[in-house]
């Protein structure tokens, strides 16, 4: 059964999109929408195919075996999604069989430079470039207001088994997200 | 398809640029500020298409200096600097830069403008940016001039750029 939904904007066109879907978030108090809900715990973490800074494409699947955090935000040229990477980077270093993706629609030339004049050195970051495959597959991407086609802020762990053990879909776009919680599930 | 080059190896564009005399195609782009601008909100301007991979690489961010010095020395024209950066770090560029004469225009919604315009990189490992090219729009919104860079390693040819505008 289709349930008809209300009217978003997707790439300056208007489609149709089931409101059962659609996860509310807000952006500096205004309300703004994602194409869904995070994947569910327990449930088998989706591939994916994301760009490094050396242009190369990563896939969830050569991680299997390790924990993955998945550090996923609007743009790394604005400040609280830069102090997340810086964050992870920093608690990184401590973590065993863990590695931190850091993934936005930046280019890999934008996180090349910010990794370099930050020396970010322990966490990897991938671009969604190319395609829109992964903010599908995650619901991440962003519907409507000012941050239409970024993806919102949220945080996704998954185990060594490729199952998802923790999400957090940020609920206002200019707040960290909780690491506090984050780092426990990975300790 | 059109044929370039990046640092030597043979990649392809997904065709060729916009006819010359012909109507240039109307386009929607995110400006710094993640407002949306349209070809046809330059009507009655002669219009650089300053069209490149990214601002974070030397040759088009050199392109974006150039362009903005040369730009307080022309009437009635606007330079738009189009690429697949996130605004936000066009915004970042030109702040430490002091870029102010130009325009910069982001393609992260959608692919509408490399669509129009043939300048999306099909294969290597640029594939999905957009390729390195220059187009000028007179104030009727015809195309009075292409150059599709042939290596994504070299600089446009600026002196030609700008004596398309000051013809």
Redesign the interface.
Known sequence: MEIEGLKFRNGFQTIKAPNYFMATITLEGVTAHTCGQLPKLGSKAPNFSLVDQGLNNHSLNSYLGKKVVLNIFPSVDTGICANSVRTFNREAAELDNVVVLNISRDLPFSFKRFCIAEEIKNVITLSEFRDSSFSDRYNVLIMDGDFEGLMSRAVIIIDEQGMVIYSEQVPEIAQDPNFEAALAMLK | MAKITLGGNPINTKGDLPAIGTEAPNF?L?DES?K?QELSDYKGKKIVLNIF?????GVCANSVRTFNKEATDLENVSILNI????P??F??FCAAEGIENVVNLSE???T?FSDAYNVMITDG?????LSRAIVIVNEAGQVIYTEQVPEIGQDPNFAAALAALKS
């Not at chain 2, 991979?53 to 690489?57: E, L, Q």
């Not at chain 2, 490992?125 to 940016?129: D, K, R, V, Y």
Request: aromatic share 12%.
């Open positions: 929607k995110v993640l949306v991979p990214s601002i974070d690489t690429s697949r950066d996130l936000f770090a915004k970042r992260f919604r959608d509408n490992g640029f594939a999905g940016l």
